[in-house]
């Protein structure tokens, strides 16, 4: 019976890669996580815009645990068509610290013919219970990046 089966896949050699393969396949598909996110928590800030922007306000919302985050951020008040960029960082509007995600996750927002709009960001990057975190809506002033609200 052993000699059949080693013959139907192909020899010793090639019955233990499959044996193997199939202990490996059973050993990843465990339910036990080895990273434990934590629970979720909510974490909420309103912007409001500073110098030639105070007429733009901001509204993000983040539900996150130490592994993953899902944000998003709606504005009003701009100039029609005009283009922002966002994003949450760790630290303080006059220290800020690492963005929450990759700077890809977050996607420019341009402003409707109302002055409104909105993104949402979501992925890898996880915020902590008990840290400090800012908002920042920033446009782009001759080719430099200029920050038009901030709020923690």
């Known amino acids: 019976m052993i000699s059949r089966i080693r013959s139907f896949f192909g020899g010793r050699a090639t019955a233990r890669a499959l044996v ?25 800030a309103a ?35 005009s283009v922002f960029t966002w ?7 006059d220290d800020v610290g690492n963005r929450v995600g990759a700077a ?7 402003a409707d013919a109302n002055g409104a709009g909105a993104d949402n960001a979501r992925g890898t990057g996880g915020m902590t219970s008990g840290e400090d975190y800012i908002a920042q809506l920033l446009t782009e002033v001759d080719e430099e990046d200029v920050v038009v609200a901030c709020e923690a």
């Open 20 to 44: 193997i393969t199939a202990a490996l396949l059973a050993v990843a598909c465990d339910d036990d996580d080895p990273i434990d996110p934590g629970p979720s928590h909510s974490w909420a």
């Open 47 to 81: 912007l409001a815009g500073e110098g030639d922007y105070d007429g733009i306000t901001a509204h993000v919302v983040v539900t996150a645990n130490s592994v993953s985050f899902d944000g998003d951020i709606e504005l009003a008040g701009a100039e029609p068509d």
């Open 87 to 93: 994003g949450i960082f760790q630290g303080a509007c």
């Open 104 to 110: 890809s996750l977050y996607s420019p927002i341009e």
